[in-house]
């Protein structure tokens, strides 16, 4: 099971590249590494850790 590389940070909707720097929680909530920071690394979502989104080569 592969997971979902969203395109858009959930929070400011700026673009996310799918190898570029992103952040993810285990439900698969992606945000940027500004918004990331701005929440203390914890998901809004579901209050998880977000930890570094692994990269794919575009």
């Not at 858009?8 to 673009?15: A, H, I, L, Y």
């Not at 990331?36 to 998901?43: E, L, Q, S, W």
């Not at 979502?45 to 794919?56: H, S």
Request: net charge negative.
């Amino acid at each position: 099971m592969a997971l979902e590389m969203r395109d858009t940070c959930e929070r400011c909707e700026v673009s996310l590249a799918l190898d570029g720097p992103a952040f993810i929680c285990s439900f698969e909530c992606s945000f940027c590494a500004d918004c990331t920071g701005a929440m203390a690394a914890t998901c809004p979502n579901c209050g998880g850790e977000l930890v570094p989104r692994p990269r794919r080569k575009a």
